[in-house]
């Protein structure tokens, strides 16, 4: 196989390669995964190779039977030893062969799973804010999860199904070659088998749906009470929360059950049927061999196609069932995989080197994409100079953090444009963009990580000392050594195992590493206390040195550390300058401050 070219990792076996669909969205979902099929192409062809030879061996085993009691035991020539070593033989080879074809086509359905599912991951990355502002992070996971899995099912059971079809057909061929009208009453039960089978699926199939639905429903539950833990205990809605969990599990547990219950009653008579077909091979069988019309041998070899043969009976119907269920499931997966970023880099796009960080918005309008959101700013103007720092004042919802989320290109605006330096920002690569434009949320957020790997996140290469100089920059260092681990400590789910006044300090440290010239501190210290704050307020002036900032704050002390002053009201600038200026001219400004000091100290 050609390994040239790609990105991968697992030994020399990749499974991670740079292949991707077929971008012709007009082509057939299965034609669109073919690129991930070929890549395993040796695989499969080496899985057909030893599944042919595989299943010919085994249904030829009947036949050896027949020739052993019709020859030796029968006629009494030849040895009986020679076929039982002729059967021992063809147990090995079988045993080797169909071990090579399950294990390399699950392997290669496996492979194919996982290059889905990094595609999607990787494509993820890509899509911009407005693709997860429309669909739920649960719609994301679960396309993420089930989809692809029922893919995997058919890719790994559909070559199954065609060589137990296949397998059918050399039975029949075998059979037909001893005597026609035996061959006919041994498979006349075999459309009973797929008729039943098939009956069990359309009862099956909506109830492992149904418990499938619910079994999410409760995992979502679960998971809910968990990450929100904090928020029932401080309702003390454990109670309300306990019962409403026991009713989903209640209704899990309905479904399973009628699940199983179905299944109870199917899969009995399908293998049961085959039986009553061995009853008839014997009774029309047994009389064409007691008239010695066919021998002993035959009969036994007959029968014994009876269980050969009605494998894919069985088996068909799931797999039309899969193959229906994976293009379903394909066709939601390239919903995701060919969704457009909407935020892409122009083929033009120029590089940043070394940004001064002057910001312009130059009559920017904008509101949110989907659907007809209202105008969120409206011919919005505001200059920043390099290495200013400004506050951003306005009331709850009027937009200052949607300005915050224009500078990196989370969204583009509708109309208007903001420049960096004098150039539009659509103009520029928006990795570059965001890596020297920072936004620090008002909730800082942690991964599940050592500290070390939290601050160091925009840079993992940072050395042990850098990551320490951060830490202590950002007056986090102190309360790091004290924690048992110290700087391996790793934090629980999104922090919470810190105080908010700690995990704000530890972003603060990741901020000042990553080193952006441009920084936006949205409503960061709004969930800090006070005297928090004052204890941080040093490692924040040190943050905004050196950089232009936009922060965004209601709080006093935080207005404090801006040069200037901008009061934001239905989308426009109403007012600005000092903060000194605007209390004594502005009645709004002093409003808002006043309603802001309330809620602290509420
Ligand atoms: N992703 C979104 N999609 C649609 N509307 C949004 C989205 N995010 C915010 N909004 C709306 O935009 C307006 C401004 O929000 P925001 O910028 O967060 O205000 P602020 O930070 O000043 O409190 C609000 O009316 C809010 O409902
Ligand atoms: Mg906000």
Redesign the pocket.
């Known amino acids: 196989m050609d390994h040239a070219g790609r990105v991968g990792f697992e030994r020399k076996n990749q499974i991670i390669s740079d292949v991707s669909i077929d971008p012709d969205v007009n082509k057939r979902w299965f034609k669109r995964l073919y690129p991930l099929i070929r890549e395993q192409r040796t695989s499969f062809l080496i899985t057909s190779f030893c599944g042919i030879a595989g299943l010919t061996i085994q249904v030829s085993v009947p036949m050896v039977i027949r020739e052993a009691i019709d020859n030796p035991l029968t006629k009494g020539s030849g040895k009986i030893s020679s076929y039982a070593w002729v059967l021992v033989a063809m147990a090995v080879a079988a045993f080797l062969l169909r071990y090579t074809y399950r294990f390399l086509l699950f392997r290669s359905a496996y492979r194919i799973e996982t290059q889905l599912r990094s595609l999607i991951y990787k494509h993820l990355t890509k899509l911009s804010f407005s693709f997860f502002d429309r669909i739920a992070s649960g719609e994301v996971i679960s396309r993420a999860n089930s989809d692809i899995r029922s893919i995997q099912l058919l890719l790994a059971f559909g070559p199954l199904a065609m060589l137990s079809l296949l397998s059918f057909f050399l039975a029949l061929i075998f059979m037909l070659s001893i005597h026609p009208p035996l061959t006919f009453v041994t498979i006349s039960c075999m459309p009973f088998v797929y008729f039943l089978a098939q009956k069990m699926r359309d009862k099956v199939f909506p109830l492992s749906w149904v418990t499938q639905g619910r079994m999410a429903d409760l995992a979502m539950v679960v998971d809910e009470n968990i990450n929100g833990s904090r928020i029932v205990k401080s309702f003390a809605a454990e109670k309300k929360q306990i019962e409403l969990l026991a009713k989903m599990a209640q209704r899990l547990r309905w479904s399973s059950t009628s699940l199983i219950d179905s299944r109870a009653r199917f899969n009995p008579l399908i293998e049961a049927l085959p039986r009553l077909g061995m009853a008839s091979v014997l009774m029309y069988g047994g009389w064409l061999s007691i008239n010695e019309k066919i021998s002993i041998g035959a009969l036994i070899a007959f029968s014994s196609y009876v269980i050969i043969i009605s494998v894919p009976f069985r088996m068909l119907g799931f797999v039309l069932l899969q193959a229906q269920r994976a293009a379903a499931s394909s066709l939601r997966i390239f919903e995701i995989l060919d969704e457009e970023p909407a935020i892409s880099n122009k083929p033009s796009a120029s590089k940043i080197t070394s940004p001064l960080g002057s910001l312009s918005f130059r009559n920017v309008s904008f509101s949110y994409p989907n659907g007809n959101n209202p105008l969120i700013l409206e011919d919005f103007n505001l200059e920043v100079a390099a290495g200013e720092t400004v506050a951003l004042v306005g009331r709850t919802g009027c937009g200052?953090?949607t300005i915050a989320r224009l500078l990196p290109r989370f969204y583009d605006v509708t109309s208007g444009s903001i420049l960096l330096d004098g150039t539009d920002i659509r103009d520029l690569l928006v990795e570059d963009l965001r890596t020297h434009i920072n936004v620090i949320p008002?909730e800082p957020f942690l991964f599940s990580e050592s500290i070390r790997n939290n601050i160091a996140f925009a840079y993992p290469n940072a050395k042990e000392e850098e990551v320490f100089a951060a830490a202590k920059a950002a007056q986090a260092d102190d309360f790091i050594k004290d924690l048992n681990l110290g700087y391996e400590e790793v934090v629980g789910e999104r922090g919470y195992t810190l105080s908010g006044g700690q995990r704000q300090r530890i972003v603060i440290a990741r901020t000042l590493l990553a080193n952006p010239k441009i920084l936006v501190l949205?409503?960061s210290t709004s969930s800090i206390d006070v005297e928090t704050e004052f204890l941080i307020h040093a490692s924040l002036k040190k943050l905004l040195q050196d950089r232009t900032t936009l922060v965004?704050a209601h709080r006093l002390s935080t207005i404090a550390l801006a040069d200037r002053v901008v009061l934001i009201d239905s989308g426009k600038v109403k007012a600005e300058g000092t903060h000194d200026y605007l209390l004594a001219n502005s009645p709004e400004y002093e409003s808002i401050l006043a309603s802001g000091v309330m809620s602290e100290t509420e």
């Open positions: 200052k953090s008002d949205d409503d965004i």
